[in-house]
Nanobody, 119 residues
Framework: QVQLVESGGGLVQAGGSLRLSCAGSGRTFSNMGWFRQAPGEEREFVAAINWSGGRTYYADSVKGRFTTSRDHAKNTVYLQMNSLKPEDTAVYYC??????????????WGQGTQVTVSS
C-alpha cells in the first residue's frame, strides 16, 4: 500500500522556521513535490525535487526562503521553511508519482500538515 505521511507542521511566529517531513512507504518514489492550500484557495505548487536531489524547483513566492531535500535511506523528503510569513499559512501536502507544478500531475498525496504563521 502506497502511503505518504507528512509531519512537522505547527504554529510559528513570523520570521520563524519549520521543517516538514514526508515519509513514503509501499514503494520508492522518484520525483516528489510540495503543495499548499489555504482556506478558500486552490492548491498551489511550492517546491519539487527529482530522484537524485540534484534538481529542485520553487515557486517564486518561496524562493530563497524554502529548501527541499531528500534522504533515500529513509525514503523521506523534507521542506525547510525559513523566514516564514503569515501568507505562508496553509495546509502543506507532499505529492509523488509525477512531476510538475500542477496538482493533477501527481498520483499520490499525503494527508497534509497544518502550518500557521502568526504576525
Amino acid at each position: 500500500q502506497v502511503q505518504l505521511v507528512e509531519s512537522g507542521g505547527g504554529l510559528v511566529q513570523a520570521g520563524g522556521s519549520l521543517r516538514l517531513s514526508c515519509a513514503g512507504s509501499g514503494r520508492t518514489f522518484s520525483n516528489m513535490g510540495w503543495f499548499r492550500q489555504a482556506p478558500g484557495e486552490e492548491r498551489e505548487f511550492v517546491a519539487a525535487i527529482n530522484w537524485s536531489g540534484g534538481r529542485t524547483y520553487y515557486a517564486d513566492s518561496v524562493k530563497g526562503r524554502f529548501t527541499t531535500s531528500r534522504d533515500h535511506a529513509k525514503n523521506t523528503v523534507y521542506l525547510q521553511m525559513n523566514s516564514l510569513k503569515p501568507e505562508d499559512t496553509a495546509v502543506y501536502y507532499c505529492a509523488a508519482g509525477g512531476w510538475g507544478t500542477r496538482p493533477d500531475e501527481y498520483d499520490y498525496w499525503g494527508q497534509g500538515t497544518q502550518v500557521t504563521v502568526s504576525s
